[in-house]
């Protein structure tokens, strides 16, 4: 979720922001399993992926995604309570509270308003959160919801014994058994022509469902908060399969670059929000001492990591 910092990290085992395996300091782990994020961080930039995966390199906590946790946390929230009182001023009103549970359980996100003494900023960045929950009533009606699942961990093994795993944000069964996926998301709707990313990620949820349930998913539903926007998408089981060959062939990339070291970066304009240019040369910094042991790359393992977009 580029809205959570919490979901893809218990997800994942670690990930950005995360106390664990630091490069000469344990023994690394290598890679055991996939997540959306993860699959994202590698297709991007396998440096990327190493930096978070492997060397579980610390990053800054960043306003937007952890507006995105707290407006998560409310929506989940809400629904604990009778459909009735389902409401928008019962929803932003939860913001305060849900808001002091991140910093309980995340303390280092008030480093993003150390420089805040008065605390002005502060108060724009909960209102903000506060619009993005009022704004969620005018797509979806949550006093005629009632989720099966909120926030559900999800894990299902493929016959290749990879393990894929995420974090679900809303799941509605109807009563016929059909199944809708539901994500929220804190930023706007990509153009069209960048929109696939964003399925992709729901396009795995749908696999790990099939794959858990032998239930294709009637629906994938995004919920764009920052935009107003929902989009939907209707898989079929050869989107699925097409999936999880996709996801078999980056996991081949993953495996030869964990074995070999050989993790390559890839400057995109999302450079400019890395939070580990000191660590990689296109931008003259250096790698950690690689924390696993390596075998000499076989020919043609310079071509990892060369994964698309479907």
């Known amino acids: 979720m580029e809205t ?83 409401t928008a001023p019962r929803a932003k009103s939860l913001v305060p509270g849900q808001w002091d549970r991140l910093r309980e359980t995340r303390p280092e996100v ?44 999800v894990e299902a093994e493929l016959d290749s014994g990879l393990r894929l795993r995420g974090i679900i944000d809303r799941v509605d069964v109807a009563p016929t058994g059909e199944v809708r996926i539901v994500d929220y998301k804190t930023g706007k709707a990509p153009r069209p022509e960048y929109a696939e990313g964003a399925l992709f990620q729901m396009k795995f949820y749908a696999l790990v469902v099939w794959r858990l349930k032998k239930v294709v998913p009637r629906r994938l539903q995004l919920v764009y908060l920052g935009s107003g926007d929902v989009v939907t998408y209707d898989p079929v089981l050869a989107d699925l399969e097409r999936v999880e060959r996709k996801l078999l062939a980056l996991w081949d990339a993953i495996r030869l670059a964990t074995e070999t070291g050989v993790w390559r970066p890839r400057p995109t304009k999302l450079c400019g929000w890395c939070d580990h240019q000191a660590h990689c040369p296109e931008f003259g910094g250096t790698p950690p001492p690689y924390p696993l042991p390596v075998r000499a790359p076989e020919s043609g393992g310079a071509q990892q990591g060369r994964m698309g977009p479907d």
């Open 4 to 86: 959570s910092i919490e979901g893809e990290e218990r997800a994942d085992g670690g990930g950005p922001g995360t106390v664990g395996v630091r490069a000469g300091t344990a023994t690394a782990i290598p890679p055991a399993s996939l997540s959306p994020s993860r699959a994202s961080d590698f297709m991007q930039c396998p440096l990327l992926y190493r930096f978070r995966v492997i060397d579980r390199l610390p990053e800054k906590p960043s306003e937007a995604a952890t507006r995105g946790t707290l407006v998560h946390a409310v929506l989940e929230r809400l629904f604990d309570a009778p459909a009735a009182d389902r």
């Open 110 to 153: 008030m480093e993003l308003f150390a420089d805040d003494p008065e605390g002005e900023r502060l108060a724009r960045w909960l209102a903000e959160a506060e619009r993005l929950v009022e704004r969620w009533f005018s797509l979806e009606d949550p006093s005629r919801l009632e989720p099966a699942e909120r926030e559900l961990f």
